[in-house]
């Protein structure tokens, strides 16, 4: 697995669970995520939101956030916007019956806002290689990697906003920020 979601290892999946059972499948899904091609990445982020992002959130879904925060800060990763998207999700949903699944999941996400605020201002243009005199052309290379760049920096800074206005009944009040 290399240095990205090498840490997977140290997590004991199979004592976890999410919607439909064990968690046993996350790491192997989480891979998909990271090296899949784009249908293979896409099913699997949908399987892993199915699994943990729904409300409600599992004891797994707390375990999993750190990797999606991996993901989500990896260049090579195909829909970074997806995982920050599955993030905002975790982040609006809970588990009216386990309070501690849903504050730790919520830990976690918030956890990782200086990721999500340097995503945010990461300027697409950095993204994209730039000829300089080459014409614009739809669809070209360097756009697709400006637009995909331009997604995933929407999708952080709505996240960003998700975790800075966070409040929930199981959530302390974040302190104030200063000015």
């Known amino acids: ?20 059972g064990s968690a046993s499948q996350v790491p192997g899904v989480l891979s998909r ?13 949908s399987d892993l939101e199915r699994w943990i992002g729904t409300p409600p959130v599992f004891d797994s879904t707390a375990a999993t956030v750190p990797f999606l925060w991996e993901l989500a800060a990896t260049d090579t990763v195909r829909d970074r916007a997806g995982v920050l998207d599955l993030l905002a999700t975790i982040l609006a949903a809970g588990n009216p019956e386990h309070p501690a699944w849903t504050r730790a999941a919520h830990d976690a996400v918030t956890a990782g ?3 999500a605020a340097r995503l945010a201002a990461t300027p697409e243009a950095q993204d994209a290689p730039h000829v300089p005199g080459a014409p614009h052309v739809p669809g070209a290379p360097g756009a697709q990697a400006v637009r ?18 966070h409040a929930c009944p199981v959530c302390p009040a974040p302190p104030p920020r200063e000015a």
């Open 1 to 20: 697995m290399g240095t990205v979601l090498g840490a997977m290892r140290n997590v004991r999946w199979h004592e976890l669970q999410h919607a439909y």
């Open 33 to 45: 995520i990271a090296w899949g091609d784009a249908p293979t990445s896409d099913e699997a982020l």
């Open 113 to 115: 806002r200086a990721t």
């Open 148 to 165: 995909a760049a331009a997604v995933r920096t929407a999708a952080a800074a709505r996240l960003l906003t998700a975790i800075e206005r």
